[in-house]
């Protein structure tokens, strides 16, 4: 069947795709993206981890079929080196790297919906992503890093008090 | 294989009576694995996830109906108030990523032993809404399981929605697993009171061929709480423990002894029971 979505915000399309090729293997594949991962097929691991329509989701459990007419956003997508990469490379955080791409976007996600997440939140917000080489403490510490510096920036570009608040689309952009 | 891809309810059971060999997809959680597997190769996949209606919950006649693809994630977010029991089981389904698609009518579909929304359905005495083009049945969830990842649905129905009764006073779920995230329940519990009707629910998952209830524990623990006070003796919660272990037909395997099981049930069932008499304000 045919297939066709928006992929870091350009429309994509393919030709020939099985009706029931995952998103993974479709981006990985057809779309020559290959920073989502394929390690386990079956959810466990979230080395697959892409936003569909602004949900960090496994895509090897969505069937390709089913973004059809979607938005997709990849690791590739996010603009990089930014904040979370930049924290992975500071604090260490990636050894074989094989996780390294389903985390960025999960941790992209937590720490752009919550400014200050504390250890038990981190924790459950990545409990979905397997790391069996660094033993999580470095991720961790990677997460609190991206957390401050988007924090710094957002405080940087807040309007000093008493001026009025800056309008929705002067602001810094997040996600 | 086909790809199915109504755009509305009205496509949907048309395409599932045209078809009633296509599976039916909505977060794909399970079936996903399926296919990725090659454990399954259907002649089709009928994919829900473009019916607006189904994403949808309301509040009517006392019950929150739940469309079939509200995902675990939204019953957290938007319904920890109204179905406490049920966003507790929630929050213990996979994890983000899996509860961002998984969904309540998926849960139902595949009708695990092991499903976590299951024991919360039985509890509450939820309802299930099957419809085909011959018409709507409503299913009670206790009829709905009929065996290892049997469900009551005829070849050309669909899951509708479910509809859980509006809650009547504490309710609670409890899962032992071996970890505390994305983990499979090696046995769950789930009790819910009423306390206008002076009535107790009761289900259990992952100890049986299906999800159970156990109606003798209902019976004993309805009898004996002081249903003013909302207390209970120590004597009566051991009783109402091993009840509800009585009520388990559990089997070894890969995440446990029959054994573990039960016990675990006991100590759930009693530990349940604490966190619901023990609260001084009780969440209606
Ligand atoms: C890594 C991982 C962890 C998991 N952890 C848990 C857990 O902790 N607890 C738990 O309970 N489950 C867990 N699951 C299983 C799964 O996520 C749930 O069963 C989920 O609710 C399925 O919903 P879905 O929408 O993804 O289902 P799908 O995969 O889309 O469908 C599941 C089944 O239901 C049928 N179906 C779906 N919708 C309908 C409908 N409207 N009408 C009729 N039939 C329908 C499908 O044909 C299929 O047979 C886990 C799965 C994975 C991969
Ligand atoms: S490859 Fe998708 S979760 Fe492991
Ligand atoms: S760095 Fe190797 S799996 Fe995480």
């Known amino acids: 069947m045919k297939l066709s979505l928006t992929v870091n915000g350009a429309d994509r399309s393919a030709q020939d795709v099985w009706p029931g090729t995952s998103l993974l293997t479709a981006l990985r594949e057809e779309f020559g993206l290959t920073g989502a991962k394929n390690a386990c097929e079956q959810g466990e691991c979230g080395s697959c981890t892409v936003y569909l329509d602004g949900d960090p989701v496994c895509s090897c459990l969505v069937a390709a079929a089913q973004a059809e007419g979607r938005q997709v956003r990849t690791v590739e997508g996010l603009g990089g080196p930014e904040a979370v990469q930049r924290a992975f490379l500071a604090c260490g955080a990636v050894q074989c790297g094989f996780c390294t791409p389903g985390l960025v976007v999960a941790v992209h996600d937590l720490v752009h919906r919550i400014e200050d997440p504390d250890e038990a939140t981190i924790r459950e917000a990545l409990a979905g992503n397997l790391c069996r080489c660094t033993g999580y403490e470095k991720i961790i510490e990677a997460v609190r890093c991206a957390a401050a510096e988007l924090r710094a920036e957002l405080s940087e570009h807040s309007a000093p008090p008493g001026l009025p608040e800056p309008s929705e689309s002067s602001g810094p952009v997040r996600r | 294989m086909e790809f199915l891809a109504p755009a509305d309810w009205t496509e949907a059971l048309e395409a599932k009576a045209a078809h009633p060999g296509a599976v039916p997809i909505c977060g794909g959680t399970d079936v996903m694995v399926e296919l990725n597997f090659e454990l399954r190769r259907p002649p089709a996949l009928l994919d829900l996830g473009r019916i607006r209606a189904l994403k949808d919950w309301e509040v009517c006649d006392g019950h929150v109906r739940l469309g079939a693809a509200v995902t675990f994630a939204r019953i957290i977010s938007a319904l920890a108030d109204r179905l406490p029991a049920l966003a507790t ?8 990523q899996i509860r961002n698609r998984a969904t309540i009518g998926g849960n ?60 009547a006073g504490p309710q609670q779920f409890a899962k032992v697993g071996s970890r505390n995230a994305m983990v499979i329940a090696v046995c769950s519990f789930a009790v819910a009171l009423d306390l206008e009707r002076r009535t107790v629910g009761t289900g259990i998952g992952s100890a049986g061929p299906r999800p159970l209830t156990a109606p003798a524990a209902e019976d004993f623990l309805a009898g004996a709480l002081d249903w003013d006070g909302l207390a209970v003796s120590e004597d009566a919660a051991e009783r109402f423990g091993a009840l509800v272990a009585a009520a388990a037909s559990p089997i070894d395997d890969v995440r446990g002894t029959a054994a573990y099981r039960r016990r675990a049930l006991a100590v759930m069932a009693v530990r349940t029971l604490r966190w619901m008499t023990e609260k001084e304000a009780v969440a209606v």
């Open chain 2, 108 to 167: 139902l579909g595949t009708a695990s032993p092991a499903g976590d929304a299951h024991p919360v359905l039985l509890a509450t005495g939820a309802v299930v809404e099957a419809e085909s083009v011959r018409g709507v049945r409503t299913i009670p969830v206790g009829d709905f399981f009929t065996g290892v990842k049997r469900n009551a649905l005829e070849p050309d129905e669909l899951i509708r929605a479910v509809r859980i009764p509006e809650t």
């Open chain 2, 89 to 96: 089981a929630a929050r213990t389904v996979g994890s983000p």
